[in-house]
């Protein structure tokens, strides 16, 4: 669930333990406080006076004695005091996703909605942006996007990415090291409880987006008695036994469900030049053979040495379909279909990922939860789901390195559920090829009493501050600036 190259991947200690060993005392908070040292990081286009920090913490919280790594933090501190009420929290999507990128990305937007209602605050997760960096040595060709992620062969085959899988998990094993084996969900939610703590507030607020929406339920999870107003954007089944082994399955139907907005874009007369088709039922067609074909023939790009092949053509569109901006789309599969013109491959797809986004991504999913491990039953899920769902190619059904991770697990899967305080606000786009709707139901039921949901009749992935629907914005901001919530689940029109 932000960066398109990142976005491009999807308790042996008890919780009272970790809260034990966590919470502290407020005095303690203070301490720890004192230890930030912040100075100016100022990013061009970012809001004015963000502040940057590293924070310590330990590798392992089980043994803190153990070693300790760096995260990168920022801030950036309400300009009006007097009404300052609280500590919001951002956090980003991915896994791999910044905080601090994306507080300079979005802070502006967050202050002049906000109101000075909050200081600001960000963390940069393990081995992301500014924290102390992780590797993997993950071969370039094996973080090619259309690789790292499953898609498969010609006619379906799976045995090329089972090889791949097995040689990315190797290399995490033999050269990944105690910071790779610590990146998880857990201990995500662990950093943010030590954020807080060296903030020395009592309790954050927070806007996670995306995988963010899971990192934010389990936190409230874990530590209810923490949060104060959050907020849920663009949120996935939680299921614990799956996490994000069910979000990768759930991106077939997503897509299916999402394609028919760029069907009515593409085939609108308005498009001109653009336009692909004479009626939206005659796109889908089209892209499936022009897929087929270039699987079979790939096309040269602008890009020496890497052409366009029907799985690069393939993520493009499960990529665009994130936005609302098509153009690109359409002129790479208009440039495709016409003898002599060479495609213009975006950057996500004609860049290898650098090996620190690699490993992030991987080494968050794998060792979360444990992957189904037969190679056979991956090639039969792919079988299927590729018949059902001609756009994704079985692609969301294939076999990635967790089949065959070594490490990591230390901690079991938390169930969200409705114990806790009502203080959760969820909020989702209908369409949302990413995090589909179906999956936010499921975070929505298992959150029960303690969430209200706003449905927004929009496509893309990313609501609040993101797709210009005014009445989801409008429901954020409003129970972040009052705590007022809709009294029982709400729904947003298109472009309202």
């Given at each position: 669930m932000r960066n398109h190259r990142r976005n491009a991947l999807l308790l042996t200690l008890s919780t009272a333990a970790v809260a034990a060993t966590l919470s502290g005392a407020p005095v303690a908070g203070a301490q720890e406080g004192a230890g930030l040292r912040w100075k100016p990081c100022v990013r061009e286009n970012g809001p004015a006076g963000q502040e940057c920090a590293e924070l310590s913490v330990p590798v392992d919280y089980r043994r803190a004695d153990k070693g300790r790594t760096t995260l990168a933090v920022s801030r950036v501190r309400s300009d009006r005091p007097a009404a300052r009420r609280g500590t919001l929290l951002v956090i980003p999507g991915g896994p791999g996703g910044s905080g601090v990128r994306r507080l300079a990305d979005k802070g502006r937007a967050l202050a002049q909605e906000l109101r000075g209602a909050y200081d600001i605050v960000a963390l940069d997760p393990r081995g992301v942006g500014g924290s102390e960096k992780a590797r993997c040595g993950i071969a370039e060709s094996d973080r090619d996007l259309v690789h790292l992620r499953p898609w498969p062969g010609k006619d379906g085959e799976t045995g090329e990415n089972a090889e791949r899988a097995r040689r990315v998990a190797d290399a995490c094993a033999r050269d990944?090291?105690?910071?790779?084996?610590?990146?998880?969900?857990?201990?995500?939610?662990?950093?943010?409880?030590?954020?807080?703590?060296?903030?020395?507030?009592?309790?954050?607020?927070?806007?996670g987006t995306s995988y963010g929406t899971y990192v934010a339920a389990r936190y409230a999870q874990e530590f209810p008695g923490r949060t104060d107003r959050f907020v849920l954007d663009s949120n996935g089944d939680p299921d614990p036994a799956r996490v994000a082994h069910g979000w990768s399955a759930n991106m077939s139907r997503a897509l299916e469900d999402r394609f028919p907005d760029f069907a009515r874009w593409a085939a609108d007369p308005a498009r001109g030049e653009l336009r692909l088709a004479r009626r939206p039922e005659d796109v889908r067609p089209m892209f499936l053979a022009l897929a087929d074909a270039l699987d079979r023939r790939p096309e040269p790009t602008t890009t020496e040495g890497v052409p366009l092949t029907g799985n690069r053509l393939r993520q493009a569109l499960q990529q665009t379909?994130?936005?609302?901006?098509?153009?690109?789309?359409?002129?790479?599969?208009?440039?495709?279909?016409?003898?002599?013109?060479k495609p213009v491959l975006p950057p996500y797809l004609a860049h290898p990922l650098p090996d620190e986004d690699a490993t992030v991504a991987v080494a968050t999913i794998c060792n979360d939860v444990r992957w189904p491990r037969s190679v056979r039953s991956y090639a039969r899920d792919v079988a299927a789901d590729r018949a059902r769902y001609p756009l994704t190619a079985g692609m969301p059904a294939g076999i990635v390195p967790c089949a065959f991770w070594k490490g990591g697990r230390d901690d079991k899967p938390v169930r969200i559920t409705a114990d806790g305080p009502e203080n959760i606000l969820m909020i989702q786009n209908l369409r949302d090829p990413a995090t589909p709707y179906f999956g936010a139901l499921k975070m929505r039921e298992a959150l029960g009493r303690r969430a209200r949901l706003v449905t927004v009749d929009s496509g893309g992935h990313g609501v609040y501050l993101g797709n210009g629907n005014a009445c989801g914005d409008r429901a954020v901001t409003r129970y972040l600036t009052t705590g007022e919530r809709p009294a029982r689940d709400a729904y947003c029109a298109a472009g309202r």
């Amino acid at each position: 669930m932000r960066n398109h190259r990142r976005n491009a991947l999807l308790l042996t200690l008890s919780t009272a333990a970790v809260a034990a060993t966590l919470s502290g005392a407020p005095v303690a908070g203070a301490q720890e406080g004192a230890g930030l040292r912040w100075k100016p990081c100022v990013r061009e286009n970012g809001p004015a006076g963000q502040e940057c920090a590293e924070l310590s913490v330990p590798v392992d919280y089980r043994r803190a004695d153990k070693g300790r790594t760096t995260l990168a933090v920022s801030r950036v501190r309400s300009d009006r005091p007097a009404a300052r009420r609280g500590t919001l929290l951002v956090i980003p999507g991915g896994p791999g996703g910044s905080g601090v990128r994306r507080l300079a990305d979005k802070g502006r937007a967050l202050a002049q909605e906000l109101r000075g209602a909050y200081d600001i605050v960000a963390l940069d997760p393990r081995g992301v942006g500014g924290s102390e960096k992780a590797r993997c040595g993950i071969a370039e060709s094996d973080r090619d996007l259309v690789h790292l992620r499953p898609w498969p062969g010609k006619d379906g085959e799976t045995g090329e990415n089972a090889e791949r899988a097995r040689r990315v998990a190797d290399a995490c094993a033999r050269d990944g090291g105690a910071l790779v084996r610590s990146m998880s969900t857990a201990n995500e939610v662990r950093d943010i409880e030590r954020f807080r703590q060296a903030l020395g507030v009592e309790k954050l607020s927070a806007w996670g987006t995306s995988y963010g929406t899971y990192v934010a339920a389990r936190y409230a999870q874990e530590f209810p008695g923490r949060t104060d107003r959050f907020v849920l954007d663009s949120n996935g089944d939680p299921d614990p036994a799956r996490v994000a082994h069910g979000w990768s399955a759930n991106m077939s139907r997503a897509l299916e469900d999402r394609f028919p907005d760029f069907a009515r874009w593409a085939a609108d007369p308005a498009r001109g030049e653009l336009r692909l088709a004479r009626r939206p039922e005659d796109v889908r067609p089209m892209f499936l053979a022009l897929a087929d074909a270039l699987d079979r023939r790939p096309e040269p790009t602008t890009t020496e040495g890497v052409p366009l092949t029907g799985n690069r053509l393939r993520q493009a569109l499960q990529q665009t379909l994130h936005g609302d901006e098509f153009e690109g789309l359409a002129r790479m599969i208009g440039a495709a279909r016409e003898p002599g013109h060479k495609p213009v491959l975006p950057p996500y797809l004609a860049h290898p990922l650098p090996d620190e986004d690699a490993t992030v991504a991987v080494a968050t999913i794998c060792n979360d939860v444990r992957w189904p491990r037969s190679v056979r039953s991956y090639a039969r899920d792919v079988a299927a789901d590729r018949a059902r769902y001609p756009l994704t190619a079985g692609m969301p059904a294939g076999i990635v390195p967790c089949a065959f991770w070594k490490g990591g697990r230390d901690d079991k899967p938390v169930r969200i559920t409705a114990d806790g305080p009502e203080n959760i606000l969820m909020i989702q786009n209908l369409r949302d090829p990413a995090t589909p709707y179906f999956g936010a139901l499921k975070m929505r039921e298992a959150l029960g009493r303690r969430a209200r949901l706003v449905t927004v009749d929009s496509g893309g992935h990313g609501v609040y501050l993101g797709n210009g629907n005014a009445c989801g914005d409008r429901a954020v901001t409003r129970y972040l600036t009052t705590g007022e919530r809709p009294a029982r689940d709400a729904y947003c029109a298109a472009g309202r």
